[in-house]
């Protein structure tokens, strides 16, 4: 009803200006609650969107429309690709590789470990249900949502440490895995329904897809973006650096969607290949770097997708028979098997609990995962049923929600040691 009255005049753009207005001042205004209290703002914001979308369980129901707002979704994608390239922006290649064997390390047993515990988890808790179902749980918890992990350690100014590169880097390899994983499965269900089997061959292909995209863009990015920009910096219309940045972030976004990889994962390789270095002539005749213009931007819209994380989480799911007990060994399972990752990690003095905790949230990417499973059916019944969905969307709630102050007092205890 409340936002309704915004489409009364007719102009599209209506909705969506009060839409945006809701949105914002309520993640500014949660957000900062949440910063007095001693937590990231980006807990406010996802609190604020829990807020909004459960209104109607005390009888308003004027916020509903936003959970499936075509315009507000499509946003809230921009924001989450446009913090993955800023938090890009802030490392580079050479210090990714340098953590490389660690955030590799990290990745496999936050993999597997989570993929074998939420397999045998499902079997133990739903016997009924087929394997199909048991792997789609396990898949679900394979990923990190690095959208998530990103933004709470640039809110307590840890994105540089090293311990915040080999998190950010498993995490992109998560998805790399997490999403192979995913396809193999698919696979597996539309060779079922087809009366097959899945060949070893598109297995491989998948690998070599995800692994050749990374390579292949990583490499050309370092040899061909001092060139690009440096051809960039003899245009005179101002703009012309943001322009070009944000044109590279979103076609490596489209090149990793093409491949089949999630679009974060480009924008953030994006990010990684674009040095101080490259602007050096822009700077010099007093511009600002492609890291503070992107900054605005990236502030104004990350705190949409945060916020409709939130917003489409309903908490009826919890009232449902069973749901609960489900939804809460899920839970304990998700952070058990992702915070032994941090055992992965190589070196002295790094602090391996913050780590693992740093890649326990699901977010986004769980969810990805879970509605897989819901929209692919075998006998024309939905591998992962309405209720099991509703848990494992309570477990992503709850493991993106215990993250920003677990890791907030990790690091701090981190911190006092020293």
Known sequence: MFLALAGAHGDPVASVALSLTVILLSAKLVGEIAVRLGQPAVLGEILAGVLLGNAHLVGFDGFSALRTDAAIDMLARIGVL???????????????????????????????????????????????????????????FCATSIGITARVLKDLSREKTEEARIVLGAAVIDDVLGLLILAVLSGVVAASNQGGTLAYG??????????????????????????????????????????VGLGFCFLLAWLADVIGLSPIVGAFAAGLVLEDVHFRDFKERGEHGLEELVHPIASLLAPVFFVLMGLRTDLRALAAPGILGLAGVLTLVAIGGKAVAGLGAFGKGLDRLSIGIAMVPRGEVGLIFANVGLTLEVGGKPVIDGPTFSAVVVMVMLTTLVTPPALRFSLARAKRAK
Do not use: C, N
């Open 82 to 140: 446009l913090l993955l390239f800023e938090v890009g922006l802030e490392s580079t290649v050479g210090q990714m590789l340098k953590v490389g064997l660690s955030s590799l390390s990290v990745a496999m047993i936050g993999v597997f470990v989570p993929f074998v515990l939420g397999w045998l988890t499902g079997a133990w808790l739903l016997p009924q249900q087929g394997p199909l179902v048991h792997a789609f749980l396990g898949a679900t």
């Open 202 to 243: 598109d297995v491989a292909f998948t690998l070599f897809k995800a692994t050749a995209f990374l390579v292949v863009a990583l490499t050309l990015g370092v040899y061909l973006s001092p060139r690009l920009f440096h051809l960039v910096s003899r245009l005179r219309a101002r703009g012309a650096l943001l322009a």
